[in-house]
């Protein structure tokens, strides 16, 4: 019996005293303390709260924080301060300090996934990719996009309104929203039709179940070992969805480098200088890859990782705005009549005539609305980035 209490004390100490004084003595332990944020947790109280963080719970705790705190305020996990910054004058701070401009630990978890593109890479690798895409997002090549977005989002109307009216009351929209800003990223930044492959369900289902998993593994701290997350299971199934994933993107860009030759056209890569001239012709964003593959700037693995990147990037981001839009609209019906009688009105005005560019900005209620939509469920509702 004494045996077993010693040894029960043992495990305890282990566990808990020597955590617990070795997490007092860090400096960023004591620099949460009476910065207006919630006050340290013990180290058996951190765990224990990190063991109810969920996938669901993780924003509302945020938000609750954000709520009784009413300012960006620290806080203390597992050896590190973390700030949730919710005024826009701090962000402005940060985002203008080249001292925070490191991405966090936590965007290691995404390498597997996207490789070392654009979103996770730093330094002279990310200026130079940067330089490379920055002419395929300039706001002229938009309107060459235009077309397909109309086009895209009279499909995904007309599917809304082939439901069956007994089932328009609940609607799953992400799976119907997904398909569409997919299709759309496909099209303009790819220049690939997904008509033509089979994959992008496939690509959809594991895109999600991917999500799942590098979420759990940002939320569980003893899954952020590769040891660990190997030995519980988890590397297994990120790699089996992760396969399917990679397929596709690499077909896309098989599909779109053959239709290159086949063409006989050259893509080239663009200077800095082309970003802002009118003259140069402009490719979408893969062209713009394969074309600097042609100058030696990028290779087969780089494209992959930007491809991944922005597939990913452009139709997660944007389908979860428009499924939050959409379930906001139904929410307010008075606002909803407001925005379809603004629409109503610019499209009289054109006499039946396609929408142009320019007609976009005349639609001001409805860009209001969408961007208090965005601002209360944000697609993106958190980056972390260390110092
Ligand atoms: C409503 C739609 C969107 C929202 C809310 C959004 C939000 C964001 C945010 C917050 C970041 C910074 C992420 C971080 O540092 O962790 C980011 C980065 C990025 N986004 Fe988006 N995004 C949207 C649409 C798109 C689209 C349509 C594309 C592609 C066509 C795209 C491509 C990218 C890329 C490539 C990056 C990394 C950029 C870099 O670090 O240089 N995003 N986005």
Not at 129 to 145: C, D, G, K, V, Y
Not at 276 to 281: F, G, I, L, V
Request: with cysteine; charged share 25%; proline share 5%.
């Amino acid at each position: 019996m004494l045996h077993f209490v010693v040894i029960l004390f043992v495990i305890f100490v282990i566990c808990v005293i020597f955590p617990e004084l070795y997490f007092r003595t860090l400096t960023s332990y004591r620099t949460t303390i009476g910065v207006g944020g919630p006050y340290p947790k013990p180290f058996w109280q951190g765990l224990q709260f990190a063991l109810k963080l969920n996938r669901e719970n993780i924003f509302t705790h945020l938000r609750t924080y954000a709520e009784t705190f009413q300012k960006s305020y620290a806080f203390f996990g597992f050896g590190m301060v973390y700030v949730h910054i919710i005024k826009a004058e701090d962000m402005e701070k940060i985002l203008n300090s080249s001292k925070h401009a490191k991405k966090s630990f936590l965007y290691s978890f995404l390498v597997p996934f996207l490789g070392d593109g654009l979103l996770i890479s730093g330094g002279t690798k990310w200026s130079q990719r940067r330089r490379i895409l920055t002419p395929a997002f300039h706001f002229n090549i938009l309107q060459q996009f235009l077309k397909i977005f109309q086009e895209e989002s009279v499909k995904l109307s007309k599917k809304l309104f082939a439901l069956d009216p007994e089932d328009r009351g609940i609607v799953n929209l992400p799976p119907l929203t997904s398909r569409h800003t997919l299709d759309t990223i496909c099209e303009t930044a790819m220049g690939v039709k997904l008509d033509s492959l089979e994959e992008p369900d496939a690509y959809r289902n594991n895109i999600y179940s991917t999500a799942r998993l590098l979420v759990d593994r940002s939320l569980q701290p003893w899954l952020a070992s590769d040891v660990m997350f190997k030995l519980l299971g988890y590397q297994e199934k990120l790699d089996k969805c992760l396969k399917p994933i990679h397929f596709f993107t690499r077909k896309v860009i098989q599909q779109r480098r053959g239709k290159i030759l086949e063409a006989g056209t050259t893509p080239m890569a663009s200077t800095n200088e082309d970003i802002y001239s009118e003259k140069k012709q402009r490719y979408a964003m893969l062209d713009t890859l394969l074309g600097a593959e042609q100058n030696n700037l990028i290779d087969a693995e780089g494209i992959r990782e930007e491809v991944d990147t922005f597939t990913f990037e452009g139709h997660d981001t944007t389908a979860s705005g428009i499924t939050m839009i959409l379930f906001c609209l139904a929410g307010h019906p008075d606002v909803q009549q407001k925005v379809y009688e603004e629409i109503r009105g610019v499209r009289e005005e054109k006499n039946g005539a396609p929408m142009e560019i320019g007609d976009y900005s005349n639609l001001v209620y409805t860009d209001r609305v969408i961007k208090e939509c965005l601002r209360i469920y944000p697609p993106v509702p958190l980056i972390s980035l260390d110092r």
